[in-house]
């Protein structure tokens, strides 16, 4: 992989008119190297955020040991990357036979429910493959209620009542307990997990069985940019959220429970940026060679305002408008479909345009995993850069707090 120093470099060097990622294996690490001394538990990264084999393996060496898989391909990558790391296989719906594959051929022995008919499912795999039930761990996925740019409480968990049910079945059958639940990407309110806690704590006390692990999903926020026409969100940095969820681990006696965590986006979001072309400049408006077909569907679906940096092309002779003054600029995709238009603009100098590059930073989590072949754009080119995203020259979309411009609709 061709190396650089920054984004910069490699965009005046390479002058590319495809959209290039460039990948930061030392911000990976240290990401990583960071949530696992802050969190006092098993850490098992979410693999669907980026599964890229160059992730995982950066991952691996950093002393990632346990991976939250969901898909016989995932099993695989995560399996290839580190043969020695335990998976968990935390997807409350499977398909019967990825369930066998799983516990035959891949030996997992952690996997997550919201339903009896999946208790079903996996205990005729179990008695087909005679294997001990004891030596299974069975997460009852609980409902958790709270505020993040993706919600998933609507989609998978089950109610208190339902999961202490659900908890009792298992404990039945001589299958290891364990509760968890996941608050939705990109969480917007630490108190988030300690609501959480307390529903697991509520369950635990009405199922009255052993709870071998409790796992607080995944969901700690990734640093983007602010919005400068917005109060900045009082996020607390992952330190503060983790030990407000220690606070409420410590209350409500899951101290002895060993814990796991499945932090995705936190760790990967800053590996990667992207630099992509300014094809073309209409006013307020910049049609750019990426999309949300492509790289930008997360920012597109979670309404995230992404950091940018402007890298105007030096043999653009001719410019106008001022190199300071900080516009919203609407961001038009590569495709022809009508919906390819970004649901945030990037904050630019009014300067930018046609034939220049914007370096998107922070785009690691849930970008390459959802690129797709859509109208035959597919961005796959790959460079290294040594330097994080927010070194050298600030990033533009961070200034001009005092601006309050306008998007047109
Ligand atoms: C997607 C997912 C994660 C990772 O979430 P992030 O917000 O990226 O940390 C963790 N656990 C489960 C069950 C998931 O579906």
Redesign the pocket.
């Known amino acids: 992989m061709p190396r650089f120093s920054s984004g910069r470099e490699a965009a005046l060097e390479l002058r590319p008119d495809q959209p290039v990622y460039c990948f930061r294996p030392q911000v990976l690490a240290e990401d990583a190297s960071a949530f696992l001394k802050a969190f006092p538990g098993k850490t098992a990264y ?1 693999v ?2 980026n599964g890229e084999a160059m992730v995982l393996d950066v991952l691996a060496r950093a002393g990632i040991s346990a991976f ?1 898989v969901a898909s016989p391909a995932e099993f695989a990558a995560a399996r290839a990357a580190a043969p020695g790391a335990e998976l968990l296989y ?1 997807h409350p719906v499977k398909a019967q036979s990825d369930i066998r594959l799983a516990l035959e051929h891949y030996r997992i022995r952690a996997t997550a429910l919201d339903h009896e008919d999946e208790v079903a499912k996996i205990l005729r795999i179990v008695r087909a493959l005679d294997l001990d039930p004891e030596d299974l761990t069975l997460f009852v996925r609980i409902a958790s209620r709270g505020d993040a740019a993706y919600e ?1 409480s609507k989609k998978f968990g089950a109610a208190p009542g339902h999961a202490a049910e659900l908890l009792q079945r298992i404990h039945g059958l001589g299958i290891g307990c364990g509760l968890c639940f ?1 608050v939705g ?2 969480v917007e309110d630490p108190d988030t997990y300690v609501r959480a806690v307390a529903t697991a704590a509520d369950v635990r006390e009405a199922a009255a069985v052993p709870i071998l692990a409790l796992d607080v ?4 926020p990734a640093a983007y940019a602010q919005d400068p026409r917005r109060p900045a969100p009082l996020m607390p940095p992952l330190g503060e959220i983790v030990s407000g969820l220690m606070g409420a681990v410590e209350r409500h006696g899951f101290s002895g429970t060993p814990l796991v965590a ?5 760790i990967v979001a800053r590996a990667f940026s992207v630099i992509v072309r300014v094809l073309l400049k209409k006013g307020q408006r910049l049609y750019i060679n990426d999309g949300i077909w492509s790289s930008l569907s997360d920012s597109w679906t979670g309404k995230i305002l992404l950091p940018v940096r402007h890298i105007p092309d030096p043999a653009r002779r001719r410019r106008s408008g001022r190199a300071h003054q900080m516009e919203p600029f609407r961001i038009y995709g590569a495709t022809c479909d009508s919906v390819d238009v970004l649901s945030r603009p990037f904050y630019l100098p009014e300067s930018v345009d046609t034939g220049d590059w914007i370096e998107i930073g922070h785009i690691g ?1 849930y970008s390459l995993s959802l690129r797709t072949r859509f109208n035959g754009f597919y961005p796959d080119t790959f460079v290294e850069v040594d330097t994080p995203f927010e070194a050298g020259d600030a990033p533009e979309g961070f200034a001009e707090p005092e601006r309050r411009g306008g998007v047109e609709p």
Not at 217 to 220: I, L, M, R, S
Not at 262 to 266: F, H, S, T
């Open positions: 979410a669907k955020t939250d935390m998933l996941h990407s990109q999903g995944g969901g700690f499945e932090p995705g986006r936190v989590a």
